[in-house]
């Protein structure tokens, strides 16, 4: 029992005993036992029904034995209406109390459903007093009934609200009603959002008294609200970034959502309803994505596409479109979500690899290359159409090195294994020139490339090209029999230039013979035979005639049709004996030769015939360059001597009309001349010479001053050793 609720017990207890006393034992002619009245609204005002009805009933007692304690036999008529009045007053009392404590204890009961509600039930006054504070508020804001009932709510809650709270406060007035969100701060300082319901209650005259509000913590939904949002948000964003037009379509088809891609094509869901597809897809792609639309919503297939999507700017791109199904547990389709992806650099890309390939085929085809890429370690190999074409293979073989071996002529198949040993070694590069032996009996010349690619790789792999040379090599042949043939031909002009010399080289021994022979024969003769002189002559005779025979040879063997046999020469003695041989023509042209030999004498691996004919070529054109030349001596140098470590060069610098600007590119050009009875031959023949012997031939001149005219040839034996 509380406090006051004993007190007023306590009370009760003194009134009642006082009025007992008074009165029982006083004299007094009043209805005190009226004052019961006062204990049992006491009584009442505190406790329960019971405790009323038992204290009504002890005052009734109390009345009644104090009635007639003061009251022996003789009752009057006034005591006894008294009496009667105190009990009447006691008992109406009584029953007025017990039915407002019953009332009350209804009221109570509602209020304490108030409280078991969750809401925050708060009713505060229009001066915004709180007068009730239910068990939900005190759990929403943390204030008890007692600490919140009688403050301001707005001041204690610190209500903050979008809208002003005058104008809830207009509204309120005016429709009696109002919802919405309101921040507030709890007792412990933390910040919470609340729906709240207002509605304003009205005492019997319209008069606005109150306002009750239901006040909702929403602070955790509205979090989640906000999560839910980001979250949505971030997938919508990440949606709009893919590089691709993210859709979802119902079940039947119809497209529903559509990301900002689709935008930027110009399209909306709104505008175009049913018929985006019709109006994106190229005319030509629709009836193709149509069917196999509507195929997969049939079968529930994922449905994929490639077609031609148009732009904004009504430029069409290929797209793949893709679409999967999304179903609920009894495998029904709900959605189906579907991307298209710009594939119009792959398309091109992938159309640029096939021309591509077609250009390499063709290019293969005309050019009789094949490709060969080797896998190391395995050695799987892959051919391209070319390559089967040259090994004369169908396609449907499983190319391999045994296949090539296969093709291999006998004499080379060492020279294969030991390119194919080269690659499984890892060289960098491997070059093998070799035949095959075909079927039919056709031998082939292949010239085998190869690189090594991606030598660091776990798999390294050669890529090489294989050509087929058999053409090359049989003009080649045939040009290497020409060139000989040409050269033999102009030696032979070039000995009917130098038939006076030839004449005079041989006629001159054979007189010096006869001469000898004619004073041999005198010696002989005489009474005493000297035969000192005799001997002295044919010895003479044998050196003429061994001269004669020299001549003889050397211009035989240039007019011979021979293969160029290489040896190691003294290029001194070539030069010289060159300029014996054109010594008479030299003279006739009164021309001064001035020879200057390298030293010590240099050793080049040539053929004699050929090297001799290049040196009288060049000794000749500088004679025939200076033949109009009137005013300054014709003079010749001829030089030999190292050009550099490898090298050895010869020089024939001569004094005549040199070599005009427009003439200096085409000196070597096959046919070339000036001259009214040339041939144009001469360098050219010089140029194919000095090249096959790895040498380099070329002419300076300064117009109207002479021309040098030379040439390299390499010192290095190896080409010797080699032939
Ligand atoms: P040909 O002597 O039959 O004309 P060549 O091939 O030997 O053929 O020479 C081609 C041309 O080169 C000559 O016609 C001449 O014009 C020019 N030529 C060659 N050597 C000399 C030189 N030493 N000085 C000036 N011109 C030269």
Same mark, same amino acid.
Do not use: C, W
């Given at each position: 029992m509380r406090h006051d609720a004993r007190v007023l017990f306590a009370l009760a207890g003194a009134i009642a005993l006082i009025v007992f006393l008074i009165d029982a *034992?006083?004299? !007094?002619?009043?209805?005190?036992?009226? !004052? =019961?009245v006062v204990v049992v609204l006491l009584v009442s005002s505190t406790t329960s029904r019971l405790a009323t009805i038992l204290t009504a009933w002890s005052c009734v007692a109390l009345t009644v034995i104090a009635f007639f304690m003061s009251h022996d036999?003789? =009752?009057?008529v006034g005591a006894i209406a008294r009496c009667a009045v105190s009990l009447l007053a006691i008992a109406t009392t009584s029953v007025l109390a017990s039915r407002n404590q019953k009332n009350t204890a209804t009221l109570r009961e509602q209020v304490q459903l108030l409280d078991l509600t969750h809401d925050a039930i708060v009713v505060y006054d229009m001066?915004?007093?709180?007068t009730f504070w239910n068990h939900g508020a005190e759990e929403v804001y943390g204030w008890t009934a007692q600490q919140a009932i009688g403050q301001s709510i707005h001041e204690l809650t610190q209500t903050h609200s979008s809208v002003p709270l005058d104008e809830i406060r207009i509204e309120m007035l005016r429709s009696g009603r109002w919802h919405g969100e309101l921040q507030r701060v709890r007792n412990d300082g933390t910040a919470v959002v609340i729906s709240s319901r207002m509605a304003l209650w009205r005492d019997a005259? /319209?008069?606005?008294r109150a306002v009750l509000a239901t006040n909702n913590d929403v602070t955790v939904r509205k979090q989640m609200e906000g999560e839910l949002q980001r979250q949505k948000d971030e997938l919508r964003a990440t949606i709009d970034t893919i590089p691709g037009m993210v859709w979802s379509s119902s +079940?039947? /088809?119809? !497209?529903s959502f559509i990301n900002r891609r689709w935008n930027e094509l110009g399209v909306t869901l709104a505008e175009n309803g049913g018929d985006i597809w019709r109006s994106i897809v190229h005319p030509d792609d629709y009836a193709a994505v149509q069917h196999a639309w509507h195929e997969a919503i049939a079968t529930g297939a994922p449905f994929e596409n490639v077609s031609r999507i148009r732009r904004s700017d009504g430029v069409y791109r290929w797209m793949h479109i893709g679409a999967e199904p999304l179903r609920d547990k009894g495998d029904n389709i709900l959605r189906w979500y579907g991307v298209n992806t710009d594939i119009e650099e792959r398309k091109q890309a992938e159309q640029a690899l096939a021309r591509s390939e077609a250009f390499l085929s063709d290019a293969q085809r005309l050019s009789r290359t094949g490709t060969i890429a080797t896998k190391l370690p395995e050695g799987e190999m892959w051919w391209s159409d070319e390559t089967y074409q040259i090994f004369g293979y169908s396609k449907l073989v499983t190319p391999g090195f045994h296949l090539i071996l296969e093709r291999s002529h006998p004499e080379d198949i060492a020279l294969v294994r030991h390119a194919y040993h080269q690659s499984l070694a890892g060289a960098p590069i491997v070059d093998v020139e070799h035949r095959l032996a075909m079927p039919d009996g056709r031998i082939k010349y292949v010239h085998y490339v190869a690189r090594l690619a991606a030598? &660091? +790789?776990?798999h390294p792999e050669y890529v090489g090209a294989l050509m087929d040379v058999t053409e090359r090599r049989v003009s080649q042949e045939a040009l290497d029999r020409s060139t000989a043939e040409l050269a033999r031909v102009t030696r032979v002009t070039m000995l009917g230039e130098l038939a006076a010399t030839i004449a005079h080289e041989v006629t001159q021994p054979l007189a010096a013979i006869v001469t000898c022979g004619d004073a041999a024969q005198r010696w002989l003769n005489r009474? &005493?035979?000297d035969l000192k002189e005799v001997g002295q002559s044919i010895n003479q005779m044998i050196r003429d005639a061994r001269h004669a025979s020299d001549v003889i040879r050397q211009i035989r063997s240039m007019a011979q049709k021979r293969d160029p046999s290489h040896t190691m020469l003294d290029l001194n003695g070539i030069v010289r004996d060159s300029i014996e041989l054109v010594r008479r023509e030299l003279d006739g042209h009164r021309v001064e030769v001035d020879a200057d030999y390298a030293c010590p004498p240099l050793q080049v691996c040539a053929d004699r015939v050929q090297l001799q004919q290049v040196i009288i070529n060049l000794i000749m054109n500088g004679m025939q360059a200076m033949s109009?030349?009137? /005013?300054r001596p014709r003079k010749l140098w001829i030089r030999t001597h190292? *050009?550099?470590?490898r090298h050895a060069q010869v020089l024939v610098e001569d004094s005549g009309t040199g070599i005009s600007a427009e003439n200096a590119g085409r000196l *070597?050009?096959?046919? *070339?001349?000036?001259?009214?009875?040339?041939? /144009?031959?001469g360098l050219s023949i010089c140029r194919s010479i000095v090249e096959a012997h790895g040498g380099r031939i070329w002419a300076e001149s300064e117009e109207g001053r002479g021309a040098v005219l030379q040439f390299t040839l390499p010192l290095d034996e190896e080409i010797c050793r080699e032939q």
């Open positions: *034992f006083t004299p !007094l002619d009043i209805a005190i036992a009226v !004052l =019961y036999e003789h =009752y009057s001066n915004d007093l709180i005259k /319209g008069k606005p +079940s039947d /088809g119809r !497209l030598p &660091q +790789s776990a009474p &005493q035979p109009g030349i009137t /005013g190292r *050009f550099d470590a *070597f050009n096959a046919f *070339f001349t000036t001259k009214a009875e040339g041939m /144009g031959m």
